[in-house]
C-alpha cells in the first residue's frame, strides 16, 4: 500500500510565474486536502475534495490559486502569477469514508520557493 | 471559533525523561476529533492518535500516552523514556462538527532528545 505522494518535491521559480503541483493520493480514499505550512507554523487548510467534488475553500485562497480533481483520483493545485508570500510547503492529504473525524494521511509536501 | 494553542514553542529533554506536550483547544462544537501528528525532520506528519469529544478515557500506546479533559479544553500528550528517535515537532489538531472537514492545527511543539 503506497502512501500519498506529491510532485514536484521540490520547486523554485520567479516572482510572476505560474507552478502546479500533483498529489496522488492513498489509491481507495474518496477525500483529499491541500493543506499550507510555512516556517514555525502549523498547517492551514486550503481546500478539500470529495471523490472529484471541491466542497470547501479556504478563505486564505485567492483567486490565483486553483485546484482540480478531475476523476477523483489525482489532483492539481496551480499558482497562477506566484509571489513571494506564496513561498512555502503545499501539502496534501488523504483520507476514506464519510467519517467527519478520520485522521488524514500526508504526502511529504511539495516546497515552493519564490524568488 | 476553532482554535488550537500550543504554548510551548520548543522542549528539549535528555534522553530517558520523560515528557509532556500541552495542547489547549477552542470549539463551540459539541462533537468535535481531537488529533496528534508526529512531523519528523523528514517533513512527512503522521498521524499519531484520534480521539472524540464523547470519549474523555486517557489513552496509552506504547510509551505514549494522552489525557483528554473536557473540563480544562486540553489534550496533552506525554512521553515516557524518551528516545532521540522521539525528536520531531509534534501537532494537535482539531476537527469540529461544525466546520465541516477543516482541520485546525496548533503551531506545533518542536521536542528535541538530546542522547
Known amino acids: 500500500d503506497t502512501g500519498v505522494s506529491q510532485d514536484p518535491r521540490h520547486k523554485i521559480t520567479k516572482r510572476g510565474q505560474n507552478v502546479t503541483f500533483r498529489c496522488d493520493p492513498i489509491s481507495e480514499h474518496n477525500r483529499l486536502y491541500w493543506y499550507r505550512q510555512t516556517l514555525g507554523q502549523g498547517p492551514e487548510f486550503l481546500t478539500y475534495?470529495?471523490?472529484?467534488?471541491?466542497?470547501?475553500k479556504s478563505r486564505l485562497l485567492s483567486d490565483r490559486f486553483s485546484a482540480e480533481r478531475p476523476k477523483g483520483s489525482f489532483s492539481t493545485l496551480e499558482i497562477q502569477r506566484t509571489e513571494q508570500g506564496d513561498s512555502a510547503m503545499y501539502l496534501c492529504?488523504?483520507?476514506?469514508?464519510?467519517?467527519?473525524?478520520?485522521?488524514?494521511?500526508f504526502g511529504e509536501g511539495s516546497r515552493l520557493t519564490v524568488l | 471559533a476553532q482554535k488550537v494553542t500550543q504554548a510551548q514553542t520548543e522542549i528539549s529533554v535528555v534522553e530517558k525523561e520523560d515528557v509532556t506536550l500541552d495542547c489547549v483547544y477552542e470549539t463551540r462544537d459539541t462533537t468535535y476529533y481531537l488529533f496528534w501528528y508526529k512531523q519528523p525532520p523528514s517533513g512527512e506528519l503522521v498521524f499519531l492518535i484520534r480521539r472524540n469529544s464523547f470519549d474523555e478515557q486517557n489513552e496509552i500506546s506504547g510509551r505514549y500516552s494522552w489525557n483528554f479533559q473536557k473540563s480544562t479544553s486540553s489534550f496533552n500528550f506525554t512521553i515516557t523514556a524518551s528516545q532521540v528517535v522521539d525528536s520531531a515537532v509534534y501537532f494537535c489538531?482539531?476537527?469540529?462538527?461544525?466546520?465541516?472537514?477543516?482541520?485546525?492545527f496548533g503551531t506545533g511543539t518542536s521536542l528535541t532528545v538530546i542522547p
Open positions: 489538531a482539531l476537527s469540529g462538527w461544525n466546520t465541516g472537514n477543516q482541520f485546525y
Open positions: 475534495f470529495q471523490n472529484e467534488a471541491q466542497l470547501e
Open positions: 492529504a488523504s483520507s476514506f469514508g464519510d467519517f467527519l473525524g478520520g485522521e488524514l494521511f
